[in-house]
């Protein structure tokens, strides 16, 4: 009989949201029986949360923690609709989304903090 894996979970963040990804994590990992890719996630200087949030595919779930740390002050649609909606649902990756802060995430995302 094959042993079933644990699910992947991929949080993706800014460097100053590390403690509440941490919390986060700890939470999920208390939880279920899940592994998590804590280090992997965090945002690196000049990095974008939709590009590390594209990295994040390879796991199972990808958490994205909005914060005014992680999203850019200016932020088109077509640089973020793709890869936090389309791309997900294509690859049957599932995708959730934390707002950490008082940040405005995209209009089209409001009903995932409702």
């Given at each position: 009989?094959?042993?079933l894996t644990a699910p992947s979970i991929y949080p993706c963040y800014a460097a100053g949201d590390r403690a509440i990804a941490e919390r986060m994590c700890l939470l999920l990992e208390r939880g279920a029986d899940v592994r998590i890719f804590l280090e992997e996630?965090?945002?690196?200087?000049?990095?974008?949360l939709a590009a590390k949030a594209r990295e994040g595919r390879m796991a199972d779930i990808v958490i994205v923690l909005f914060s005014r740390a992680s999203?850019?002050?200016?932020w088109p649609r077509a640089q973020w609709e793709d890869a936090?909606?389309?791309e997900p649902a294509a690859e049957n990756v599932r995708i959730?989304?934390?707002k950490c802060d008082d940040c405005i995430p995209p209009k089209v995302l409001a009903p995932m903090f409702e």
């Open positions: 009989m094959q042993a996630g965090q945002m690196q200087p000049g990095e974008e999203m850019p002050p200016r936090l909606v389309h959730a989304f934390v």
